[in-house]
């Protein structure tokens, strides 16, 4: 059974950091691309950054600059450092992404449990 676990959330003081990681774990055969979303309370589930597997990234405007994705391939984790943390960030971060189980030959499409960041003003 395959697994994403997010961790790395908390409170943080605007201008603040943190560091969000998620892991992969369970009988996975590949790991495509690698995501993670947000969303506040109240308002759709947006998208934040992606990282392929060759480890091409893309950012919402709103991420652009402060927040950089990462990955690494080998420990099946994908990471989103954030600073210059503003309230509006404020939002439970979930990991998703698209990944090849030991039981397919298709990719599917996985999300994480979510973890809570809330930037004080």
């Known amino acids: 059974q395959v697994q994403l676990v997010e961790s790395g959330g908390g409170l943080v003081q605007a201008g603040g950091s943190l560091r969000l990681s998620c892991v992969a774990s369970?009988?996975?055969?590949?790991?495509?691309?690698m995501r993670w979303y947000r969303q506040a309370p109240g308002k759709q589930r947006e998208l934040v950054a992606t990282?392929?597997?060759?480890?091409?990234?893309n950012y919402s405007d709103s991420a652009k600059g402060r927040f950089t994705i990462s990955r690494d391939n080998a420990k099946n984790t994908v990471t989103l450092q954030m600073n210059s943390l503003k309230p509006e960030d404020t939002a439970v971060y979930y990991c998703?992404?698209?990944?090849?189980?030991?039981?397919?030959?298709?990719?599917?499409?996985?999300w994480g449990q979510g973890t809570q960041v809330t930037v004080s003003s």
């Open positions: 990282i392929t597997r060759s480890g091409t990234t």
């Open positions: 369970g009988s996975i055969l590949s790991i495509n691309t």
């Open positions: 998703n992404a698209d990944l090849v189980p030991t039981t397919s030959v298709y990719a599917h499409n996985y």
